[in-house]
C-alpha cells in the first residue's frame, strides 16, 4: 500500500461523502489529531492520524507555499 502524502492546506477526497453531499474536505489543522473542515458547507471533524489516513481517498490540491 502506497504512503499517502499530504500536507496543511490541502484539498482531499474521503471514501464516504458528508451528508451535505460534498465530498471535498480541506485540512485546516495536523498533529495527533488532524482536523477536516468540508468545502460544501463549513462544518468541521477531528480524526486521529490513523483513521484519517484509512479514510482519505485521494488528494484534489495541493497547497501552494
Known sequence: MEKKEFN???VVEMKKPHPCGTNRWKII???MDIRIK??????????????F???????LEKHEE
Open 38 to 51: 468540508c468545502e460544501g458547507c463549513g462544518h468541521s471533524v477531528m480524526l486521529p492520524r490513523r483513521e
Open 8 to 10: 496543511l492546506h490541502d
Open 53 to 59: 489516513t484509512r479514510k482519505m481517498k485521494k488528494i
Open 29 to 31: 489543522r495536523m498533529g
